[in-house]
């Protein structure tokens, strides 16, 4: 892998350079090296923290835990049982988003299907 410019890595995880430069700020990511012409330079390290981070972020992980979360990989090994720690809390948020996702689909999918069916006329009850 070898140095890719802002654009590239935008290009690369389809994402906006403004959030690249968003994510820097907040400390999401750690501070980006740059060149002698103050252009921003991602290698591989800093690819793979990017990646990392999108991932999550993709997941549904807060942007306010990703920073507590990159704070600590930051800090080391000292971080090891906290890192784990806030990944099942975000796993079991994921879990409750899951379940009333997947409750709010067949709620709709029987609704659709009263519908489909005509059944929404015979027992006008628009809440079954």
């Avoid at 990511?29 to 990392?52: A, L, S, T």
């Amino acid at each position: 892998m070898t140095n890719l410019t802002i654009t590239q890595i935008s290009d690369k995880y389809h994402i906006k350079p403004d959030t690249l430069r968003y994510y820097e700020r907040i400390e999401l990511i750690p501070q980006v090296p740059r060149q002698k012409n103050g252009n921003r330079y991602y290698n591989e390290q800093m690819q793979d923290w990017i990646e990392m981070i999108i991932c999550l972020r993709h997941s549904g992980v807060s942007v306010e835990a990703l920073i507590d979360y990159s704070k600590m990989m930051q800090e080391g090994d000292s971080t090891l049982q906290a890192r784990e720690d806030l990944l099942k809390e975000q796993l079991e948020l994921l879990e409750e988003k899951r379940f009333n996702l997947n409750r709010s689909i067949t709620r709709l999918k029987h609704k659709i299907l009263l519908y489909e069916t005509g059944k929404i006329k015979q027992n006008k009850n628009y809440f079954e």
